[in-house]
């Protein structure tokens, strides 16, 4: 499907059927793939059949990168369509799991708001924000729909700001404030006869369209290509012009912390890293009718494989191993380093 098909245009369940083509095709990424499947059944309405790929996901025998994430989305789907007693339970081990990745906690928050279990929800969105922005300066992009889902039910529940909720304030760029667009009271509005109240509601609406659209406008990361130091050197032994781009892989490990540093205080969000391989990368300059030494494919192959769901986030959660695979905590490592 093509960024810019309208929505109503898609048929989700001939795109299901091709994404699962494709995780056939290559299994590496077989995990974002098929999530992005069973997405599509969901919208199609064929919700057992979501269900189906997220068993198989989770009975793989390789291992996940994200298995919070997917019993997320298990649950939320199942409790859609009648399963609620296991959806409940899912939601408990997933929150008893306590997932350093904000989407698993999101999602299970939001499950259990569209059932009206607001109190539920409360406690779950806090309970993420708790483990994952406690004694954290600048909370990343990633975590923004946590603090923004925990806002509007708190709102809901008619409760007091506090520091999470001003931060949240804060956080939101849109003209019309979080404290309007999660007023509880909005809803009565609609029903109104009175023009000068429909129309505060439409430019409500539309600010809130607004911030969808802005954070679907960025689907996956803007990723920076990292290289580990074995692959590094299969790649320069195969194709030494490319020693001009990579002097060394401790430069290579320095230039891509300055890179995220850079483009983090340009206010560019959702950032993230992609991990290359020699022949990943050979394959995709073959796709691309090009020889590998063309450097300007490097910056090409890092987005397709941010488009494929390869991307880790950056910075990494609080206490999280650094991003270069030396197994140090990222803030005793390239954490570290003094900004310029």
Known sequence: MRPDTPAENVDHTAEAAR???TAGLYPEDAEALLLRAAAHLELS???PAATTLYDRLLAA???LEDPHLIRALKASNLWEYGHEAEARAIIDGVRAASPRDPAPWVIIAESLESHDELEQAQETFTEGAR???TDVAEPPYSTHPLLFGRHRVRRMLG?????W???ADTLHSMPVSLDELHDPKRVWSLGSDNPAELEAEISRLRAELGAYRE???RPFPVAVLHWPAPELTELITAYPSLTTEYPSH???LTTIEAALRELSASGTPNLGIVTGTVPSYEAFAASELSSPEDTTLLPQYATTLAARGRAVAWPPQRGAACWCGSGTAYGECHGAQTQA
């Not at 409760?159 to 520091?163: G, K, N, R, V």
């Open 19 to 21: 994404l699962e083509r």
């Open 45 to 47: 309405g064929d919700r």
């Open 61 to 63: 025998s390789t291992p």
């Open 131 to 133: 483990l994952l922005l």
């Open 159 to 163: 409760l007091s700001h506090d520091e």
């Open 165 to 167: 909720d001003t931060l």
């Open 215 to 217: 954070a679907l406008s």
């Open 250 to 252: 401790e430069d290579h």
